[in-house]
């Protein structure tokens, strides 16, 4: 007994153990209530004495039940969740690939507010050139760097004091190349070949050795081609050599007249300009549509179309005669065009039989792009292209969407992006643009190895964690099975997509094989024939389908990290359960279930309505609620104070002044000040409550203080030679009967004896009256809270010791 006086005593005077947030009144009776509890434990009917309070030492065991199971998932838990962590981050280097991102978005001036100044047809074709533009800066091949060494300048300069370079080619100009010096065919033979050498010999001088990095491939025979020359230009008399003046400034000089006008390969290439940016574009800008059917005009449309004419309105050009083709364009927005060619342009009588059959022109060959038919056209002369669909109205009121595309390297971090601006056109004619970025790094080096090692990790813990879940399920029947459940869920999803994730990602064909396809598809090219060409085109879309799969495989495959990680997020948050101080989220969430299920109701039903109401009243003149999809999105902003009062609200006029301030005060008074802070006052109210409930809880301390607790207890369960927790606790169930669980318990010391007694439960004869055993374990979770014991009097019982 004296042991157990002793355990007592100390704990009086220490004040061990106990609560933080205990009364004060409280606190200043503690060591006179252990005294006196000391002195009924010491004495020799200390079991007439001394009772238990069987419902906070239950409490007390399950509380360190819950703590000792956290602490031994969690080392697993924390291992898989960090290797899966890094081995993701590894895969995706998202700080990398957003500082990729930012600066393409400035570069090719893609962002939202850039591309909301882009609204009409002739605003597209703008934006496309200037597009090309920022495409070609960001190509280290453009002519931008390069220059024909028969051409390029390096000087001295005496104004700068520094060595210059110039490129005045002559080559490089006809074919509408950004360069720093353009000059004309004859202003070149005017000012640096005034022997005109170029008529008999081929042209200009060029270099008498080939560079260490030219190709092995040998240059073609330079001859000039006279018979295509006069298809091209409908002319039967027209030569190469007779009209060089005019033919060798345009591309038909290096294309069909290359001897006469001296653009004779092999041409070598000297550095006019340093490229100094990290990151590369492959190849030039890809446009390409989807288009719709035409269709029958309707409605107030037919009778537009029928309109007649009208001799004495010769005041009204296109009103006083007839008109030859149709007033509108009508199409059927719900079928898909897919004609051979994107259009058939009427030509002019005796246009090139080239281009021209049966009078018309057809013009952007149909290429199929992941299984969809598109009308693409490569800017590979980016001024003459666009002048050219601007010419034959390549934009038109069948056009569904148009894709501006281009692919970009990234150097150091070996990041492939895809940079697609998608216009779509709408019923009115209006154009919205949306940028595409999506990013795909190449795992190589130790990047790879780390992404394994990883992963492997990863995978294997995940497995140990699952074999754990499913111990504890059959060894502890009367376990939480909801949370046990969901904690197996999580670790099998986590085992078993680490595992598919490993595969997959073995069988990805690497990226820069697939960039290095992709290249090919235009360096390789030797044709001359625009069917050449076309296959060309496909090739490349055919390269590409295959880089769209693998940027799909890792979108797929980042959603579904992302939601694994979401149930380890979940999974951690029901760990922190298991003590009350950190389990106020889930306590709080779960107070407020009911409440919060009912106002959201009410809620959801209020804001739809409005929602409606504003984008049926105001959409046409507000562009905050042009559709019901942005009018909600508007008043979710508008919910977080981002603003009231919307852009275009001051161009109202008459009734629409009303019903605008009409739906804004509805809103700031029914769904911001009213609804808003009554969801703030469910969720106050209901922390309150548990908050209340944990402060009067006197069976835990601390978290940090029950996590130590945990920690020592199985080394002093094995010291002292006392049963399990689990034992200790069926013997107390079984014995507590079929009370409220909510009624404190009250037992006799000899009551809690027969109850261990009647477990046979290993070591339960250790704890008993007559060897200690039984104050001895009482004294020492009095230490932790004292209310477990009190004495037999009215009105007294000992408070938790703080």
């Not at 060029?206 to 020359?229: F, G, I, K, N, Y």
């Not at 007033?327 to 039989?353: K, W």
């Not at 009410?602 to 042009?626: D, H, Q, R, Y």
């Not at 009482?778 to 007294?796: F, G, R």
Request: proline fraction near 4%; aromatic fraction near 10%.
């Amino acid at each position: 007994m004296s042991r157990a006086v002793a355990v007592v005593c100390a704990s009086g005077r220490e004040g061990g153990g106990g609560r933080a947030d205990g009364d004060d009144e409280d606190l200043g009776n503690d060591a006179g209530d252990v005294a006196i509890l000391m002195g009924s434990l010491s004495s020799t009917n200390a079991h007439e004495k001394v009772r238990v309070n069987v419902e906070h030492l239950s409490r007390r065991l399950r509380l360190e039940g819950r703590m000792s199971n956290m602490l031994l998932k969690m080392p697993n838990f924390c291992v898989t969740l960090l290797c899966f962590i890094g081995a993701v981050n590894t895969l995706v280097p998202s700080e990398d690939l957003s500082t990729v991102h930012r600066q393409l978005y400035r570069h090719f001036a893609v962002t939202n507010d850039d591309l909301s100044e882009v609204g009409t047809f002739d605003a597209l074709y703008d934006f496309i050139g200037a597009f090309e533009n920022a495409n070609e800066k960001l190509s280290a091949t453009s002519s931008r760097y390069w220059c024909e060494s028969r051409y390029f300048q390096f000087t001295w300069s005496d104004e700068l004091l520094v060595p210059t370079r110039r490129c005045p080619s002559p080559r490089l100009s006809s074919l509408g190349a950004h360069i720093d010096t353009p000059i004309s065919w004859s202003a070149w033979q005017a000012t640096y070949n005034k022997s005109d050498a170029g008529a008999t010999t081929g042209g200009h001088r060029r270099l008498s050795e080939t560079p260490a990095s030219a190709s092995t491939e040998e240059a073609h025979e330079c001859t000039d081609d006279d018979a295509e020359l006069q298809r091209e230009e409908g002319k039967t008399n027209i030569t190469c050599a007779g009209s060089r003046s005019h033919i060798c400034d345009t591309d038909l000089g290096v294309t069909l007249c290359p001897l006469s006008c001296g653009y004779c390969s092999p041409f070598f290439y000297a550095k006019a300009r340093k490229y100094d940016a990290p990151m590369t574009t492959m190849l030039p800008v890809m446009v390409h549509q989807t288009r719709m059917n035409k269709g029958d005009c309707h409605d107030f449309a037919k009778i537009y179309e029928d309109q007649p004419y009208n001799y004495d309105l010769s005041g009204l050009p296109a009103l006083d005669g007839p008109r030859h083709g149709p007033a509108l364009t009508c199409v059927d927005r719900a079928s898909r065009f897919e004609g051979d060619y994107a259009h058939e342009v009427e030509c002019p009588e005796g246009g090139p039989a080239e281009f021209c059959t049966d009078g018309k022109m057809k013009v952007t060959k149909k290429h199929l792009y992941d299984g969809e038919p598109v009308y693409a056209q490569f800017l590979t002369e980016p001024e003459k292209n666009l002048e050219a669909m601007k010419a034959m109205q390549w934009l038109d009121m069948q056009t569904e969407s148009v894709v501006l595309s281009t692919l970009v390297y990234t150097q150091d971090i070996e990041s492939f992006t895809s940079l697609s601006v998608i216009f779509t056109v709408d019923e009115a004619g209006g154009v919205t643009g949306k940028a595409r970025l999506i990013s795909y790094p190449d795992l190589a080096g130790k990047d790879k190895t780390i992404f394994t090692a990883l992963l492997v990790i990863a995978n294997v813990t995940s497995f140990v964690g699952v074999v754990l879940s499913l111990y504890k399920l059959y060894k502890e029947p009367h376990c939480d099975w909801g949370l046990g459940c969901f904690e197996l869920t999580t670790r099998v999803a986590m085992c078993v997509y680490c595992f598919v994730l490993q595969i997959s990602q073995l069988q990805q064909v690497p990226m820069a094989l697939e960039y290095d396809h992709l290249l090919h598809t235009i360096l390789d090219f030797h044709g001359s024939s625009s069917e050449e060409w076309e296959e060309a085109v496909q090739s490349y879309f055919d390269t590409k389908s295959h880089i769209y799969g693998e940027t799909q495989w890792l979108l797929t495959h980042r959603i579904a990290i992302y939601l694994v990680l979401y149930m380890q997020f979940l999974q951690l948050i029901l760990y922190f359960h298991a003590h009350p101080r950190m389990a106020m989220l889930t306590s709080t969430v779960a107070a407020s279930l009911d409440m919060m299920f009912h106002f959201m109701i009410l809620f959801t039903i209020l804001f739809c309505m409005l929602a409606f109401m504003a984008s049926w009243m105001l959409g046409g003149e507000v562009p905050a609620f042009k559709t019901y999809t942005e009018a909600i999105g508007s008043q979710g902003r508008m919910l977080f104070g981002e603003w009231i009062y919307a852009d275009n609200a001051d161009e109202l006029f008459g009734g629409m002044v009303v019903m605008y301030w009409l739906y804004a005060i509805t809103f700031m008074l029914v769904l911001f000040f009213s609804l808003l802070n009554f969801f703030l006052a469910i969720v106050l109210d209901s922390f309150t409550s548990v908050q209340e409930k944990a402060s009067k809880d006197p069976t835990e301390m601390n978290f940090f203080a029950d996590v130590f607790d945990a920690l020592r207890m199985p080394f002093v369960r094995r010291r002292r030679k006392w049963p399990t927790r689990n034992a200790l606790l069926q013997a107390l169930e079984v014995n507590l009967g079929e009370e409220e669980a909510s009624k404190d318990r009250i037992w006799s010391l000899e009551d809690l004896h027969a109850a261990f007694a009647s477990s046979q439960a290993r070591d339960i004869e250790r704890i008993s009256i007559e060897n200690g055993g039984l104050q001895e374990f009482l004294a020492h979770y009095m230490q932790k809270c004292s209310d477990i014991c009190s004495l037999d009097e009215p009105n007294h019982r000992p408070s938790c010791v703080s």
